[in-house]
């Protein structure tokens, strides 16, 4: 399995960028999605989830200002950020859990990592 991100970029504070993540490969079902970053000097860390049935939970950071959203039977997930901030700048990666056949373990795949960048 493969997890193809894109929609990085350079914007400045108050702008919006649309991240959008693509699973490839020997894919069965598609379980929870998500995104992390990693802020330059830190850890990674969990920015949102959506779930099968469409849940959706976020970091309080990004609450109200950013949107996941995902297509399971295209392998595809997003993420529309809004009213972006310097300190959102980072590497953004998504996570995909996936069964790639019935009965199969569920692993957690990473895709390979977006930059954005939000200037003041």
């Known amino acids: 399995v493969q997890l193809q991100a894109s929609g990085g970029g350079l914007v400045q504070a108050g702008g919006s960028l649309r991240l959008s993540c693509a699973a490839s490969?020997?894919?069965?079902?598609?379980?929870?999605m998500n995104w992390y970053r990693q802020p330059p000097g830190k850890q990674r860390e969990f920015v949102a989830q959506?779930?099968?049935?469409?849940?959706?939970t976020y970091s309080n950071p990004v609450k109200g200002r950013f949107t996941i959203s995902g297509d399971n039977a295209k392998g595809a997930v997003f993420l529309q950020m809004n009213s972006l901030k310097p300190e959102d700048t980072a590497v953004y990666y998504c996570?995909?859990?996936?069964?790639?056949?019935?009965?199969?373990?569920?692993?957690?795949?990473w895709g390979q990592g977006t930059q954005v960048t939000v200037s003041s």
């Open positions: 996570n995909v859990a996936v069964q790639s056949a019935p009965k199969n373990t569920i692993y957690a795949y």
């Open positions: 490969g020997s894919i069965f079902t598609i379980f929870n």
């Open positions: 959506i779930t099968r049935d469409g849940s959706t």
